[in-house]
């Protein structure tokens, strides 16, 4: 059984063409999970006009907590972990017809406990950029290989374009305090948890750019400091059981990533509105850029 969590957010404009492409699938074994967290909108009432259609979808209705907080309540449904299959798709993004079969037969064909597949950049004025392809063939990766290739950012580290064995998120959850780029502390350690990793040579699944989602909006403070904590938590990370020289690999090229991501962050950092709690967790990545030069 799949398990597909939708966080949704005041996307009443995109929801519809999202849970129509995932109820028009042509694998039927599937529950949609979706989680309305707080949103203001009529994406609730949308949502409930679709559960009146289907008995496949499950609707949470919650506060507003976050994108982490949604997947979370998502999760907290699934009963069975150890049958469960689980993908994730954002509310304002869509995916190909066949996506769920073509992810799910990969998965039974290699048993792996992640599929990872590709995915193609779309736009509101309706262009769609080619896919995001990984390698030029299906490839099975050996878990610190594909955990090499997060890190160096050839493997994007986004929840949707995987699918998960259940077990791996039976006693994991996303990090609720994280607010913006919380995929990034996330997927390294269900890779590093993981026993196989696959990659499919398919593009099924289509990120929507809009104004007003997560990514486009406003860059606040705090998202600043949850993107560079993501980083740091990756960093200090205690990667037990791996072979040093490895991991030293993983710090440089975490590193990398962290300094691309403050360069573009310290511009953007409001000193002048931040609150004294925000101007301590800034000082204390400053810090972090010394020890780490």
């Known amino acids: 059984m799949i398990y ?9 404009k995109y929801l519809a063409k999202c849970l129509d ?18 949103s203001t909108d009529n994406s609730l009432r949308v949502l409930i006009d679709y559960s009146s259609k289907y008995s496949n979808l499950k609707i949470i209705n919650k506060k507003n907590g976050g994108l982490s907080s949604a997947r979370n309540a998502g ?42 597949a590709s995915y193609c950049d779309s736009y509101e004025d309706g262009h769609i950029d080619q896919p995001h392809f990984l390698f030029d063939k299906d490839t099975c990766l050996d ?50 948890k993981s026993n196989k990793i696959s990659y499919i040579h398919y593009s099924g699944y289509y990120y929507l750019h809009r104004i007003g989602s997560l990514c486009q909006s406003f860059m606040s403070n705090e ?8 980083y740091t938590f990756c960093y200090n990370y205690n990667f037990s059981n791996i072979n040093e020289e490895l991991v030293k690999k993983y ?24 609150t004294i709690i925000e101007f301590e967790k800034w000082n204390s990545f400053l810090k972090f850029n010394k020890r780490t030069k």
Not at 95 to 112: C, D, G, K
Not at 151 to 176: A, M, N, T, V
Request: proline share 2%.
């Open 251 to 274: 710090k440089t090229l975490i590193i990398q990533s962290y300094a691309n991501i403050f360069l573009m962050m310290y511009p953007r950092f409001s000193k002048k509105n931040a």
């Open 21 to 38: 492409s995932i109820f028009n699938q042509t694998y039927k074994d599937f529950v949609v999970i979706a989680v309305n967290d707080g």
């Open 223 to 230: 998202k600043i400091l949850s993107a560079l904590s993501s």
């Open 75 to 116: 999760l907290n449904c699934i009963e069975n972990f150890n049958d469960a299959l689980i993908l994730y798709v954002d509310s304002d993004d869509y995916i190909s017809n066949n996506y769920f079969e073509m992810m799910v037969n990969e998965q039974l064909s290699s048993n792996a406990d992640i599929v990872l």
């Open 4 to 12: 597909v969590i939708v966080p949704v957010y005041n996307v009443e």
């Open 143 to 192: 878990i610190y290989d594909a955990t090499e290739l997060l890190f160096s950012g050839s493997i994007q580290s986004h929840s949707p374009c995987k699918l998960y064995k259940g077990w791996l998120w039976q006693y994991f959850r996303f990090d609720e305090n994280i607010k913006f780029m919380e995929d990034q502390q996330a997927t390294f350690q269900l890779f590093l």
